[in-house]
């Protein structure tokens, strides 16, 4: 059973409600697209020509297969639909044509949506264990039917927890800021997010947050309070600033020898 890197599952399963959740398709005078029409027009004409064009776009290329130089009116609405830049002026709508089709989807680099899982008592709507939610506090308060797995075995079973991490590539929705804390953390999958670093009967601070930081920084932070990555932090290269990936790599491997079950995720994984 491959685990994939599980960073990007919240990304993901935002984008692929968005995208299933539109079952149409229409230009930008469509009055369900009036959240974003002034900011695609802006983005398809002057916007190209702004100085900061390139971080404002930086996810034009994944989602819609075109470079932000390149993109015309409607590749412009299809990445304002999928993720607007800034987390502002959503379309409401995908464009019914557009330079890489299908123009729906949020997934021009390649990556694909996992084929829906048909599992029982999902026809229709089905409850909360069919599908992920529109949005991430979707399904706040509701509880997973109860689950069982038969059988007299060795039975496996795989628990994680507190493994978020922060995609800085990601164009947040609702007016958020981006997940990007330091120089370097704006790229495309998982950025750690550094905290308060103790000693291992956790009652002695080694290393402060805001020291931490320096650590990660690539160049370093000029407004970090202090300008190295001090020593009494504890940090290591490879380990530190890779660890969900050194995560997800290491489930990989344990799951193609014992077969999990199953895998309960018991959360401390959406950091905003």
Not at 35 to 56: E, F, L, N, Q
Not at 217 to 232: M, S
Request: proline share 9%.
């Amino acid at each position: 059973m491959p685990i994939s890197p599980v960073l990007l599952c919240g990304f993901t399963a935002l984008l692929v409600a968005s995208a299933a959740k539109s079952s149409t398709c229409g230009g930008l005078a469509d009055p369900r697209n009036d959240a974003c029409r002034t900011a695609v027009s802006w983005a398809a004409d002057g916007g190209k020509k702004d100085p900061k064009a390139a971080d404002y776009f930086i996810e034009m290329k994944s989602v819609t297969g075109i470079d932000w130089e390149d993109g015309t009116e409607a590749d412009f609405q299809r990445l304002y639909f999928c993720g607007p830049p800034g987390g502002k002026s959503q379309c409401g709508l995908p464009p019914c044509n557009c330079s890489v089709p299908p123009c729906g989807t949020c997934y021009a680099d390649g990556f694909k949506p996992t084929k829906p899982v048909s599992r029982p008592g999902c026809k229709g709507e089905g409850g909360i264990h069919c599908k992920p939610p529109a949005e991430a506090m979707g399904y706040k308060g509701l509880a997973w039917p109860k689950m069982t797995f038969s059988g007299t075995k060795e039975m496996h079973i795989f628990a994680i927890g507190d493994w978020g991490g922060l995609d800085g590539s990601h164009q947040p929705t609702g007016g958020r800021t981006s997940l990007s804390i330091y120089n370097g953390g704006k790229k495309k999958g998982p950025s750690v997010f550094p905290r308060d670093r103790k000693d291992r009967s956790t009652t002695v601070l080694l290393c402060h947050h805001f020291t931490f930081l320096q650590c990660y920084c690539d160049p370093p932070c000029p407004t970090a309070i202090n300008k190295e990555c001090k020593p009494g932090c504890g940090f290591v290269k490879g380990v530190d600033d890779k660890a969900q990936l050194l995560v997800a790599k290491a489930m990989e491997a344990r799951a193609a020898k014992v077969d999990p079950e199953y895998i309960l995720n018991v959360g401390d994984n959406f950091y905003w």
